[in-house]
């Protein structure tokens, strides 16, 4: 069985005037997200800035987050790392902790050969029982999963049990669910394509919207899900304008800006990363307030 079926969020890391992590707001963030129809709990992944948190803090967020939770909707923790070593111990961490499943993006900056990638996965896979979704998300690591690698792994390597896809290219998506005999768990990683991604097999997204707009993104997800396309179109197209502002620039940099301007007070991002340029935000806080309603 899937780990979800639905709208998961990719959810943002809170953090207070000093920097450190609100752990406290963390926790009624996820309250805000089981109230309003979110289906999974993503923590720490690359909307939670996980790249930047120390090991002490990517655990506590995950546990804070398996116990806040407590059952109500799945919980999955982001383990990757561009360190084979540091990917198995976060996985077995995140594993001891109760996590429902792990989000492993591929290894950044190393870029490794499809090669290195099967042992980077399967090594991660063997060291755990919990369920794996894959991560395969170029333009940010510059190393992507080929179709034929991430058949093989699904095939191969029992755990591994789908892929977050966000390369943006429908037709290697097709080529993938071909291969998998359409078996593979696929989520898309790109809110402008949940709709596409659903029509070749796909289950769910893992949202960026969701954030801002939970139930909204699981509407989409389940309306297509349960037989009105048109509508689960309609919402996607509608959309449009909003997801597009929450990407004008790097995420998390406007999701973040958008939450505090909803009010949720999650504060600033940690350096590299930093506060969203004016002229974006104020795109930002337009479209917000033009899909104000479906919020």
Do not use: W
């Amino acid at each position: 069985m899937a780990i979800f079926k639905g709208a998961g969020v990719a959810l943002v890391t809170p953090f207070k005037e000093n920097g450190e992590v609100n752990y406290e707001k963390l926790e009624e963030l996820i309250d805000f997200h089981v109230e309003n129809q979110t289906d999974s709990i993503i923590i720490v992944g690359t909307t939670g800035e996980g790249s930047t948190l120390s090991e002490e803090e990517h655990i506590e967020c995950i546990k804070v987050a398996i116990c806040k939770t407590n059952k109500r909707i799945p919980v999955i923790a982001g383990t990757g790392s561009n360190c084979t070593k540091t990917a198995v111990y976060l996985s077995k961490e995140a594993q001891q902790a109760g996590a429902d499943g792990l989000l492993v993006v591929t290894p950044y900056y190393n870029k490794a050969t499809q090669n290195g990638l099967i042992a980077h996965y399967t090594t991660i896979a063997k060291s755990v029982d919990t369920p794996i979704i894959m991560y395969n998300v170029p333009s940010r690591t510059g190393c992507a999963i080929a179709t034929s690698t991430a058949a093989k792994l699904f095939k191969d390597v029992d755990n591994i049990v789908g892929i977050k896809d966000a390369v943006g290219n429908l037709s290697q998506t097709a080529e993938l669910m071909h291969l998998t005999n359409g078996e593979l768990d696929l989520y898309s990683g790109n809110d402008d394509q949940i709709v596409p991604i659903l029509s070749l097999g796909g289950i769910g997204v893992i949202s960026v919207l969701s954030n801002v707009a939970p139930k909204y993104t699981h509407d989409i997800v389940f309306e297509y899900l349960n037989g009105n396309t048109s509508k689960a179109a309609k919402l996607q197209l509608d959309a449009i304008p909003l997801i597009k502002a929450l990407f004008s620039e790097v995420n998390p940099i406007p999701v973040k800006a958008a939450m505090n301007i909803l009010g949720h007070e999650v504060g600033d991002l940690r350096l590299p990363l930093t506060n969203m340029e004016e002229a974006n935000q104020a795109v930002l806080a337009k479209a917000i307030k033009e899909f104000g309603a479906c919020l």
